[in-house]
């Protein structure tokens, strides 16, 4: 538990310095001592009352410790979902700059002008940050 909250609050420094690159070579190990975590977590939660009975003050430390490890996590999905918005809006405003550049000159059906700018083609956005 301890080195995945080091890990996660190395990750929110990294992002919200803009190091994006940094923060995401962090995401293997990230994921292994989650899942670490989680399978730690079920296994004390299967086993609490024998755990409380034999070693009281280690599972109140467990208690305490995933308890100020909630917070950590809260902060550290609010900067990633942060600089997942900025990311998506920025390629957007590209898309549509660029789209912008492209607008025909030509008459549009039925001696129309043309449709407006339009986004443009070619560009995606990886929504799964």
Known sequence: METL???IENETDLVRGG??????TLQPEKARLIHEYTRGMMCAKEHAVALGNMAPAAAQNLKRQHAEFQPVLRINLAVLSTAREVA???????????GAQQRSTTYGPGGGSASGPRAASGIAVNQSL
């Open 88 to 98: 998506s809006s920025v390629v957007s405003s590209v898309a549509k700059a660029v």
């Open 19 to 24: 190091k994006l690159k940094e923060a995401g």
């Open 5 to 7: 909250l080091a890990l």
